[in-house]
């Protein structure tokens, strides 16, 4: 049999030495060539910088950034706290007795002026002992969230579904009075006999009554750290930013606890505020690293912006600090199955408010 050659077309005018040659073309193998320098080089673009495009070395730092848990202060003997109990009743002593020569005097020269200021010193004393009830309830049911979340670590560590079926019913009674949690309280108790590992029951509970409340939680926080970036960027004296920025911490500290059913009162808020910024002021309110000002003023921010919007993003990132923490201190359950928040989850929103957009 001849060879198979591969198909070839010619000219029918052709000479047979060009067929030849040609032939002779396409057998030869086909020659390397040789490497030469291209004179028109085209000029590339490159892409433009992503100040969220963090490396390792910036994302670590932002991860830093995060407070870590917030723990409610022990309750330990206090000198301070009895001498501050000696003066409460000292005080309370003498603006009885003070009243008391009031009424005296007043039914000496009018009886009708002296039983007027004895039915308003009943009536202030009832509004009294109604306030003085009303913020040791508070300060028992802050007390209680946080034996609330000691339960839960514990019954979830040592895996105990007796602990667990407990601490899963006072969160349960808690919850009867959040419209968001009555998906979740209506399958807990479909389930209630079905989950027999109390590890997976706290679980469970975490995901389905604290996973709605969790999410408002990052929306106020969000929400009031955006506020305070505006406002302290456009606001032309410091102590406005000072004062904004208090402002809006203790709010959303006040709303955080009322989200998970705390309703602290006022000596509750005070304390819970109290521990807040004490966590804070060990932890480090803000300690920014460089890379992380460079990656989010250097590389997009200041070229497009003044540097007071740069103080809004720090101020904006304080608040969202403080609101982490106050999550920390309010939330029933400690954070277990669901994911705690952290700065990186609030840094690319509070950066596009100056208008920086992803490429």
Do not use: C
Not at 287 to 316: F, K, P, T, W
């Amino acid at each position: 049999m001849s060879e198979k050659r591969k198909p070839a077309s010619f000219r029918m005018d052709q000479p047979e030495e060009e067929k030849a040659s040609a032939k002779a073309v396409e057998a030869a193998p086909a020659a390397q060539r040789r490497p030469t320098a291209i004179k028109d080089i085209a000029v590339v673009t490159p892409a433009a910088v992503d100040v969220f495009d963090l490396d390792s070395e910036a994302a670590n730092e932002l991860d830093a950034l995060t407070p870590p848990p917030a723990l409610a202060n022990r309750k330990e003997f206090s000198f301070a706290t009895v001498f501050t109990g000696a003066i409460g009743v000292l005080a309370s002593l003498a603006l009885g007795l003070w009243a008391d020569n009031l009424i005296r005097t007043l039914f000496e020269h009018a009886p009708w002026l002296g039983w007027v200021a004895l039915g308003v010193t009943i009536l202030g004393a009832l509004a009294l002992i109604a306030i003085i009830v009303r913020e040791t309830l508070a300060l028992r049911r802050l007390a209680s969230v946080q034996h609330l979340r000691d339960e839960a670590a514990k019954a979830a560590m040592e895996n105990d579904p007796v602990q667990a079926k407990a601490a899963v019913a006072k969160l349960v009674s808690i919850a009867e009075t959040l419209p968001a949690t009555a998906k979740g309280r209506a399958l807990l108790h479909d389930l209630r006999d079905d989950v027999i590992d109390g590890r997976d029951l706290i679980r469970l509970t975490e995901t389905e009554l604290l996973r709605p409340l969790d999410r408002q939680a990052r929306e106020m926080i969000l929400a009031a750290s955006k506020r305070v970036s505006i406002v302290t960027a456009v606001s032309p004296r410091a102590l406005v930013d000072i004062g904004y920025v208090i402002f809006e911490s203790a709010r959303l500290i006040r709303r955080l606890s009322e989200l998970y059913g705390g309703r602290p009162g006022t000596l509750g808020f005070l304390k819970l505020t109290r521990n807040v910024i004490a966590h804070l002021a060990v932890t480090g309110t803000v300690a920014m690293g460089d890379s992380i000002i460079q990656q989010l003023v250097g590389h997009g921010l200041a070229a497009r912006l003044s540097a007071r919007l740069g103080e809004g993003v720090i101020n904006g990132l304080m608040t969202a600090r403080i609101g982490i923490s106050a999550m920390d201190l309010v939330r029933p359950f400690p954070f277990n199955a669901e994911k705690r928040p952290g700065i990186g989850d609030f840094i690319g929103d509070l950066a596009r408010i100056g208008g920086v957009k992803k490429p």
